[in-house]
């Protein structure tokens, strides 16, 4: 395989696709030399089987708006690939989701779900439809009409959904009721379901949790540890707030959250009373983060801007893809970060990306350090099947070891000769290998 080569015919295959594009060009770029080691894979043209998708579905979506408007979206299911378990991954909705963007989440899912040792294949779906500024009255009608048509495509030995962007507790909810009363079962077919109804303790945690367990990883290997170090965090919904809450836990200090329209910096740190305020703010009121600088004095709001330029040791971009470019890490860099680690999936771009590893600063992609999400959703597939429901203690413990046990496949596949860690390449790698071995085993289907 040359990977520039299988890159340039994906590209005019597929030329409005450019998230996809860049996603595939990051994990092709990284397992070439791994991947001609194996002439059978060549043989099979695993490359191509491996970054089009088995199946993706596109639907509309017709629902009522609380003024009798008659409105319509998109709805998406992209079933990447079920070499080593059902399909799975999250529902994104959101005003920018289209079919690239999609298929490059789903992509980057099929390695993750690898790297979490549980049995899990790779997809991703969503809808264009925002919940920003809809009632609860909508977004249930929207999710009742999204699942008439998913409910086809999935089930708890097919294809397993989960949140993502724009779809949280309240909205995993309204689509397993509706799944429920259509195909009159009551399976593990989502994940991030409420507690009462089988979901696991800590999935709302995981994702967070298990991005700052993963730094805790990488700061080891240099000897470091969280206690007193700054840490930027971008976003303020699920994962950039149990990001927040594990970086308290640990002894760091949270310098910065935002959303979409700009972010706050408090220069004496948002404490557990005040990310109190902002989970409040976000989950109950679904309130803007320009509240939190107006509640407290002496914090800095930036309108329509990102946290980058602000001075710490660690940033965790938790918000979306492509929201830290070249020129923000050189700003960070310049400002002395020692660690990035990716709380949401593909948010630095492929510049940013060399400019941390080309200064040698501990650098991780989201598909390593956010797997903690999935990680606890497949658990949640493991207790559902089982009936039973595992205590929080023992659901933290075992994300724990999941991340550390990522964390040690990167190490093993991504060390170079001067020592350093290449994540990128230690995290497609050893994703990569199990998905690849898997499909080699199973044939041409
Ligand atoms: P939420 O919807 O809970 O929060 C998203 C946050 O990011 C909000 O603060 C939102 O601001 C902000 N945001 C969204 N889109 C943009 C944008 N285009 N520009 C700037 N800010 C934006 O989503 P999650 O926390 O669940 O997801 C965040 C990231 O983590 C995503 O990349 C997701 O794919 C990834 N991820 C999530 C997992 C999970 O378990 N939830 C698992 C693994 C990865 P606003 O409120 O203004 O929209």
């Known amino acids: 395989m040359i990977a520039s080569k299988v890159i340039e015919d994906l ?14 060009s990051e994990v092709l770029g990284s397992i070439e030399e791994e991947y001609n080691k194996h002439p059978e894979f060549e043989k099979a043209n695993l490359v191509e089987r491996l970054c089009i998708p088995d199946r993706i579905v596109s639907f509309r979506v017709t629902w009522t708006d609380d003024q009798g408007k ?62 920003r500024g809809k009632s609860n009255a909508e977004v249930m009608r929207f999710c009742q009409a999204f699942m008439l048509e998913l409910t086809r495509h999935i089930g708890p030995e ?104 700009g972010y706050v910096y408090d220069p004496d740190g948002i404490d557990r009373e005040k990310l109190d305020f902002i989970m409040e703010l976000k989950n109950l009121y679904r309130g803007r983060i320009r509240e939190y600088a107006e509640k407290y004095p002496g914090v800095k709001y930036v309108a329509g801007a990102r946290p980058w330029g602000e001075k710490a040791d660690i940033a965790t971009p938790c918000a979306t893809q492509n929201e830290l470019n070249g020129d923000d890490a050189k700003t960070l860099l310049a400002n002395g970060i020692i660690a990035v680690s990716e709380g949401a999936n593909m948010p630095s771009t492929p510049e940013a990306i060399e400019a941390f590893q080309a200064a040698k600063i501990l650098y991780c992609p989201g598909k390593a350090s956010n797997a903690g999400g999935v990680s606890v959703s497949g658990l949640e597939m493991s207790q559902n099947a089982q009936h039973l429901s595992w205590t929080a203690a023992e659901v ?39 998905v690849a071995k898997a499909m080699m085993a199973q044939g041409l289907v």
Not at 11 to 24: C, D, H, L, M, T
Not at 416 to 422: C, H, Q, R
């Open 158 to 261: 097919l294809d397993v959904p989960a949140g993502d962007i724009g779809v949280g507790g309240r909205e995993v909810g309204f689509m397993f009721g509706m799944y429920k009363k259509l195909t009159r079962d009551f399976s593990g077919t989502f994940t991030g379901k409420g507690r009462e109804f089988g979901g696991s303790l800590i999935r709302p945690e995981a994702t967070g949790y298990g991005n700052i367990y993963f730094l805790k990883e990488m700061l080891k290997t240099r000897g470091m540890d969280l206690k007193g170090k700054k840490v930027l965090i971008s976003g303020s919904g699920n994962v950039a707030q149990y990001t927040a809450e594990k970086v308290l836990q640990e002894g760091g200090i949270v310098m910065t959250m935002s959303d979409s329209d």
């Open 11 to 24: 590209k005019s295959r597929f030329p409005n696709e450019p998230e996809y594009i860049q996603a595939v």
């Open 70 to 131: 008659v409105r319509t979206n998109m709805g998406y299911r992209i079933q990447h690939n079920n070499a080593i378990g059902p399909y799975k991954g999250g529902v994104r909705f959101h005003a920018s989701v289209n079919q690239s963007i999609l298929k490059f989440l789903a992509f980057e899912q099929t390695f993750k779900n690898s790297l979490t040792t549980l049995p899990m294949g790779g997809a991703k779906g969503g809808s264009d439809f925002s919940p």
């Open 396 to 434: 933290d413990a075992k994300l724990l070891q999941i991340m550390q046990s990522i964390h040690s496949d990167c190490v093993k596949y991504g060390t170079e000769p001067d020592g350093y860690i290449n994540y990128v390449k230690g995290a497609n790698v050893a994703g990569f290998m199990k």
